[in-house]
């Protein structure tokens, strides 16, 4: 699609800077990558879809020109310890930037997780999706960025269903769970709660100062490390648990507990329903970098689609 250009920062090392900037109109937006050095060519703003490290947040949050969610900036700041230094919005709120709209969508990939649209001065439309767990708040357009996590059609653990029924069961038993800090162990604790438990929640710090934080009243009562009658802890502090039966929430199969699949990702099927949803002209796929994009855009491909992946960009600043 002529409108949009996607482009990506060459970096002091001569490699190529995270992900991409899209240029259209008069304006360039970078989205989950790092900073520009001061002497190179700066965007319109640093977008950051989350607060996951592989979205380059630590590095455009000191940025004046960066923009998250509220979430999102503060799920920085206490994962990193520094001041988040750019502007924030409330998901599903639109942002000016330059005097061009930025719209924001809800993915249900992490709280405060984002989308994030545009319109040329032309009408055609531009969609960037972050990591994704829940598309029906996405918006048709006619270039996607779509994100691959799980996008390889020929690897079997790209297609998986959560365990909701094994993670009640485990619950009711009265086990504790191991789960990232950020991401997972709030999915946990809001399914624990939408699931009927009331009783304290025990978790370690990191975990407990983000989930207090983020999810505030809808957490419920939460408490430090076997305080309460079960825990979520981050795996590596599952061994100082008091439970009986400890559960790693992951897909992973390479772990040392049983695992229960709970993911923050759509799976391929997933991906490909929302790929429908959008019904975009083109798509690029664009993260993570790798066989997953190159995979799903050969797929894509083959489907009729117009996609191209982030290693074929052929345009580049400094
Ligand atoms: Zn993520």
């Known amino acids: ?44 703003a640093y977008l950051i879809t989350h607060a996951h490290s592989d979205h380059f947040g630590r590095s455009a949050m000191l940025s004046p020109k960066a923009i998250a969610s509220v979430e999102t900036a503060r799920a920085l700041e206490i994962r990193y310890g520094r ?40 009408g055609e439309s531009i969609l960037v999706t972050g990591d994704v767990k829940d598309y029906s708040s996405l918006p048709h357009c006619d270039f996607l960025v ?54 304290e929640i025990g978790m370690d710090e990191q975990s407990l100062i983000l989930t207090r934080e983020l999810m505030k009243d809808a957490a419920g009562p939460l408490t430090e490390v076997n305080g309460g009658g079960t825990n979520v802890v981050t795996p590596w502090n599952l061994s100082h648990v008091r439970s009986q039966n400890k559960y790693f929430l992951t897909g992973r199969r390479d ?4 695992t229960i699949q709970l993911s923050d990702h759509l799976d391929f099927r997933g991906l490909m329903r ?16 790798g066989k997953r994009a190159s995979m799903m855009a050969y797929h894509l491909k083959q489907c009729g689609m117009q996609t191209t992946s982030l290693d074929l960009i052929e345009k580049f600043f400094r």
């Open 255 to 258: 772990t040392s507990y049983p």
């Open 274 to 289: 929302m790929i429908e949803h959008i019904s975009p002209e083109e798509v690029l796929v664009y993260h993570p970098e």
């Open 146 to 199: 779509a994100e691959a996590n799980y996008g390889d059609p020929y690897d079997p653990s790209c297609v998986f269903e959560d365990d909701l029924a094994g993670f009640f069961e485990a619950l009711e038993s009265g086990a504790s769970f191991g789960a990232y800090a950020f991401g997972k162990a709030q999915r946990a604790v809001a399914l624990m709660r939408a699931m009927g438990y009331r009783d």
């Open 1 to 44: 699609m002529d409108c949009f250009e996607p482009i990506r920062r060459i970096n002091s090392r001569g490699g190529c800077a995270p992900h991409l900037s899209i240029r259209f109109d008069s304006h360039l937006f970078s989205i989950d990558t790092s900073r520009s050095p001061k002497s190179c060519i700066q965007p319109d």
């Open 83 to 122: 001041r988040y230094a750019g502007r924030t919005f409330a998901v599903g709120e639109s942002i000016m930037v330059d005097g061009v709209e930025v719209r924001t969508h809800p993915t249900g990939h992490t709280i405060g997780s984002t989308a994030f649209s545009w319109k040329t001065e032309t």
